[in-house]
């Protein structure tokens, strides 16, 4: 008899789906939120110089001070918050979780939202409780209250504008749920850039509230880089959990350039925003399409047939993402990554001839 995955592995692992990545050479590729623009040239003329003169036979520096120093001031995060870094905030939301993983541990968060929540809590072994959205996506406050009293869950995760919906939670609720949570509270920041609010500016001010941002939305998505910002204490413990060298030395070297570089991505942000509300009014005026606003850089919408709207896209060489099916508000979703000005014309009118 042979040994088996299921002989050893926990059933937890076993019963989880694996994070599907789309294949998307020669499409069209809306699906992933990332920056559609490149740096222009003097600055990626500067990377190849970085990159060339960068000591790779040497171990990256362990605290990654200078990036740290770089994300302070380009993040404006406040002076009395400290910093962790992860290799993506994947990564970070890792560490949080395997910190407070307990038996019986309990990790709470909106449902539906960003995927990872649920299926980290997963892999440390910990409980995940979703909390339903309403059907319009907004949180009910009465609702999630009452489900943090009954679990009192060790994390709370929030994504502030929320991921795949576009929104931004009540900000005034997200406020009772960081000062009534027994445990940590995580905002989730990964789209700050296209949303114009944050609770950044209050990391230093409650000692359960961490906030998470990422480099990867801002158009820095292949150097893998997420932070989260809050009280010292928590994060001298999580430090302990995070590998060390976590944060290789082309990605600090390459990070502290670009994020130097505020003007270059405020303007690509202010682009991608601009398109978005084309986008929005664009889905608007199509018959059979129903469009949710986003604080995000892509849009959730709803068709009849998604599925079969999605592969037709797909043979128009479109790539975006399929929700239908993945939880029972999202019935009829597709999501769109807000592209440049072309590639938004191309799905717009493919998508008017698939419906
Ligand atoms: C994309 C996304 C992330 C992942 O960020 P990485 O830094 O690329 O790991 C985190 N949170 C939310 C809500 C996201 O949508």
């Known amino acids: 008899m042979s040994l088996k995955p299921e002989d050893l592995l926990r059933e937890e692992i076993l019963a989880l789906r694996p994070y599907h990545v789309a294949e998307a050479s020669g499409l069209v590729k809306l699906d992933a939120m990332e920056n559609p623009y490149q740096l222009p040239d003097p600055v990626r003329s500067r990377i190849s110089g970085l990159v060339a003169g960068a000591e790779i036979n040497r171990y990256p520096d362990a605290s990654a001070g200078a990036l740290k120093a770089r994300l302070r001031q380009a993040m404006g995060i406040p002076a009395g918050a400290d910093l962790l870094l992860g290799n993506g905030s994947d990564e970070v939301i890792q560490i949080l979780a395997m910190g407070v993983a307990k038996p019986g541990a309990v990790i709470l968060g909106a449902d539906p939202s960003f995927v990872m929540f ?11 409780v979703g909390v339903p959205l309403r059907a319009d996506f907004t949180l009910d406050r009465d609702t999630i209250l009452g489900a943090i009293r009954q679990h009192r869950p060790a994390l709370v995760f929030l994504a502030y504008p929320n991921n795949p919906t576009g929104n931004l939670f009540d900000r005034d609720t997200l406020t009772r749920i960081i000062e009534t949570a027994p445990g940590l509270v995580v905002i989730d920041e990964a789209y700050h850039v296209f949303a114009g609010e944050s609770f950044m500016p209050k990391a230093a001010a409650y000692d359960n509230l961490l906030v998470m941002r990422t480099v990867s939305k801002l158009g820095l998505a292949g150097l893998r880089l997420g932070l989260v910002a809050g009280s010292g204490e928590w994060l001298q413990q999580f430090d302990k959990l995070r590998l060390p060298y976590n944060v290789n030395i082309l990605t600090q070297l390459v990070a502290e350039t670009v994020l130097g570089e505020q003007d270059v ?12 509300g084309k986008v929005f009014e664009g889905l608007a005026a199509l018959k059979g399409v129903s469009a949710f606003p986003s604080r995000a850089n892509f849009i959730l919408f709803r068709v009849n047939d998604a599925t079969g709207v999605f592969e037709r896209l797909r043979q128009r060489r479109v790539l975006v993402k399929n929700l239908h099916g993945s939880h029972p508000l999202l019935t009829g979703c597709l999501r769109v990554t807000v592209g440049t000005p072309r590639e938004n014309q191309t799905f717009l009118s493919a998508l008017s001839d698939c419906l």
Do not use: C
């Not at 649920?118 to 995940?128: K, L, S």
């Not at 991505?265 to 978005?276: G, K």
């Open 118 to 128: 649920r299926m980290i809590a997963a892999f440390v072994g910990a409980r995940f």
């Open 265 to 276: 991505l405020e303007a690509q942000a202010a682009a991608i925003r601009e398109e978005r």
